[in-house]
């Protein structure tokens, strides 16, 4: 089976300081992609970051960066020097292609606050 | 760039109406589009995977004849829920890529209330 956990529904982080919230999977795939999604208060999902399975080299987007650790199915993401507005929902998810073409699943998500 | 937009945002509507949500990409061309239905404080569960000239893939324990999806060109799909109930009440989001493996841009998302 596919899965996604996200270990931690809430956090919250001071203002200006870093944050990392953490994302396992389970997948039988070798090829795959992760990505980190932001859900804010007015709804619309935003892409974060993405990191594809076959590189190594740990993405990096400004102030988000990932820790990616293949063999252990890891995908934690890292918020450096935190705004008010990164308070939102992080989803993180993987997606790869099976037999109806690519599909995505997402994690459960964190509720991430970040306190003024 | 990148643009999703979905329509409409919010809807209520009586027991056995049937409702049609729609998701357009206004800057580029989405060979796929996504469907997903999200419950309050969860995660988004796909319902079912639009590819442009050809019938959707629904996931398992979705129904077909309930959640129809038509994707008839490369920037719009649509959504219908036929004869809907309260228990289809839910915040459904569409989502659409330019290619299968490139990260999703999604809509606003459409409330939907069931009275």
């Known amino acids: 089976a596919q899965t996604v956990t996200q270990s931690q529904p809430e956090m919250s982080v001071q203002e200006a300081e870093t944050v990392t919230l953490s994302c396992t999977y389970d997948t039988s795939e070798s090829n795959y992609y992760l990505f980190w999604y932001k859900q804010p208060p007015s709804r619309q999902m935003i892409l974060v970051i993405r990191q594809e399975a076959y590189k190594q080299q740990n993405a990096t987007e400004n102030r988000f960066s990932v820790n990616f650790q293949k063999a252990a199915k890891s995908f934690s993401l890292k918020i450096s020097d935190s705004q008010l507005g990164d308070t939102a929902m992080y989803f993180c998810?993987?997606?790869?292609?099976?037999?109806?073409?690519?599909?995505?699943?997402f994690g459960a998500g964190t509720r991430l606050f970040v306190k003024a | 760039g990148a643009v999703v937009s979905q329509h409409p945002s919010w809807v209520i509507c009586k027991s056995g109406t049937s409702v049609k949500i729609e998701c357009r990409s206004l800057d580029f061309q989405a060979t796929t589009m996504f469907w997903y239905r999200q419950f309050p404080k969860q995660s988004l569960m796909l319902m079912a995977t639009s590819n442009e000239g050809s019938k959707a893939t629904y996931e398992q324990g979705v129904e077909k004849d309930k959640f129809l999806i038509n994707h008839a060109s490369l920037t719009l799909s649509t959504l219908t829920v036929t004869s809907a109930h309260p228990e289809d009440s839910s915040f459904y989001i569409c989502?659409?890529?330019?290619?299968?493996?490139?990260?999703?841009?999604f809509g606003d998302g459409t409330r939907l209330s069931i009275l």
């Open positions: 998810a993987f997606m790869i292609l099976n037999t109806g073409g690519f599909k995505t699943i």
């Open positions: 989502s659409a890529t330019l290619r299968g493996n490139q990260p999703q841009h």
